[in-house]
């Protein structure tokens, strides 16, 4: 087994080194405070291994995204969501009769408790939808209290699953003010959704095929990405034993952010705020690149890939051809390709090997299925639910699991005697200066 050497103090140590399927490699430091007196400091943690995994396999510098070892871009030509959720969460593809036994689950699961739809008119209408998500996947915990032994916990992943799309919809219809349309057990996972967002009760409505498609594509470029913000805090919440609907919970409300998948509403925001300024592209290039501006391109960047996100790549090419079948187009399809175009041009781009990310596109297919720009991540919560189940399940099946707990280095003040407030109030009136006279 390969060792790593590290010198302290005029000490040396030496630590397994921990080679990945793919030759990634760790530097296994489980040991370096016991043995050392030292901890790694890595905030942000872009250099620590917090698991190993089976699920999912990234190169940010190729641009090679795996589940469960097939590439993203075999898997987005011909599999469907229901196919890619069993893929992730059991780990091998399913035979005809898996499949069909777990889409009929998760079709026969998709109703919430009736009581839970009052839960909606707690909530003033402009609530966020990610708010409302967040809050009704905790609540499915009140609600399914079991979940100890493995029957349990299978149950309450399908449920979790098939409930959530629901749930999505419904915050969805509370938002515009229409009554709730509940799932039907003889559409696909993708195709209910559709029809509980926009079926009317006074109007049969057919899922239109280009919209099930791109939302099975949808969904699925945005199933697993190893350990992000979101996934790592599903792992972390499940460390202690949280059960799986209140982990789940807190991944979505860590999804929320605009850093990350937040971003995909900010794009929108940012890409129609360029329209209105007619277009002024370096204008938003140069604030971008300002150090004294807060202002970034939303949907550009990202922790691990360095070259280019392959799901961005597959969107791109999508939100052409779904624009194209729909018969319409969005000014922003073309306000995003030329942004693109010229942030990579620009050394400070290409320096910092800044690209277009899995929320630069995804935008411009939402908007063009009819999904409103608050429902984005909301949608990208429905696609990574599988992911974060899957690494719950991984994190809570490692017999070597831990409770994640990281360390710290505390820069504060050193002990110090503590001052009774009395003492304070002394001290203060003491030092309490005479107004100074105005002259007259
Ligand atoms: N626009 C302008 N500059 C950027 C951007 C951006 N979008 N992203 C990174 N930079 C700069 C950053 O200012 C820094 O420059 P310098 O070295 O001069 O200080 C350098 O690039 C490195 O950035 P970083 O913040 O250290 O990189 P990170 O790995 O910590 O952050 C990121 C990754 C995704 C949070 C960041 O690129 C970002 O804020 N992007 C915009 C938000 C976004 O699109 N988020 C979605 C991520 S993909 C979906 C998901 O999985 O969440």
């Not at 009929?104 to 998709?110: F, R, V």
């Not at 969805?172 to 559709?194: A, C, H, M, W």
């Not at 009317?200 to 350990?227: F, K, T």
């Not at 995003?336 to 620009?346: F, G, H, T, V």
Request: charged letters at 25%.
């Amino acid at each position: 087994m390969k060792k790593a050497k590290l010198s302290l103090d005029g000490q040396d140590y030496e630590f397994p080194v921990l080679v990945g399927s793919e030759d990634e490699v760790g530097i296994d430091f489980t040991t370096l405070r016991n043995t050392t007196g030292a901890i790694g400091l890595d905030p942000g943690y872009g250099n620590t291994g917090s698991c190993t995994s089976t699920i999912t396999f990234i190169d940010g510098e190729k641009g090679i995204l795996q589940y469960r070892g097939y590439p993203i871009e075999e898997i987005a030509a011909s599999a469907s969501f229901a196919e890619v959720c069993y893929l992730l969460v059991y780990g091998h593809l399913p035979t005809v009769d898996e499949l069909r036994d777990f889409s009929d689950k998760l079709t026969h699961h998709s109703m919430i408790h009736e009581a839970m739809k009052d839960f909606f008119q707690g909530f003033p209408p402009t609530a966020h939808p990610m708010m409302v998500l967040s809050a009704m996947v905790a609540s499915l915990s009140a609600y399914y209290t079991r979940g100890a032994v493995d029957e349990d916990v299978d149950l309450n992943i399908i449920r979790l699953l098939a409930k959530v799309k629901t749930i999505a919809a419904f915050s969805y219809k509370r938002s515009i003010g229409q009554p709730f349309v509940y799932p039907r057990n003889d559409l696909s996972f993708t195709e209910d959704f559709l029809h509980m967002m926009f079926a009317v009760p006074s109007e049969p409505y057919v899922v239109p095929d280009v919209m099930d498609r791109a939302l099975n594509l949808l969904l699925i470029l945005h199933a697993d990405h190893e350990q992000n913000c979101s996934t790592s805090t599903v792992r972390m919440v499940g460390s202690s034993l949280s059960n799986l609907f209140a982990s789940i919970s807190s991944g979505i409300s860590a999804l929320w952010g605009p850093l990350h998948g937040g971003a995909n509403q900010k794009v929108i925001e940012m890409l129609e705020q360029i329209r209105a300024d007619g277009g002024d592209y370096q204008k938003y290039v140069d604030m971008a690149k300002d150090p004294e501006s807060d202002f970034r391109l939303m949907g550009f960047g990202h922790r691990v890939y360095k070259n280019f996100d392959p799901r961005a790549t597959i969107l791109k090419e999508a939100a052409a051809d779904v624009l194209a079948e729909l018969g319409t187009t969005d000014p922003l399809l073309e306000i995003a390709k030329n942004l693109e175009r010229i942030a990579l041009e620009d050394p400070f781009f290409v320096e910092r090997k800044l690209y277009p990310n899995v929320d630069f596109y995804s935008g411009i297919l939402y908007r063009a299925m009819g999904i409103p720009t608050e429902m984005f991540t909301v949608m990208f919560a429905l696609g990574r639910l599988p992911g974060w189940i899957a690494q719950w399940k991984e994190g809570r099946d490692d017999p070597k699991a831990k409770i994640s707990r990281p360390r710290q280095i505390y820069l504060g003040a050193t002990k110090r005697p503590f001052v009774p407030l009395e003492e304070r109030v002394v001290k203060e009136s003491a030092t309490v200066k005479e107004p100074e006279l105005v002259p007259a």
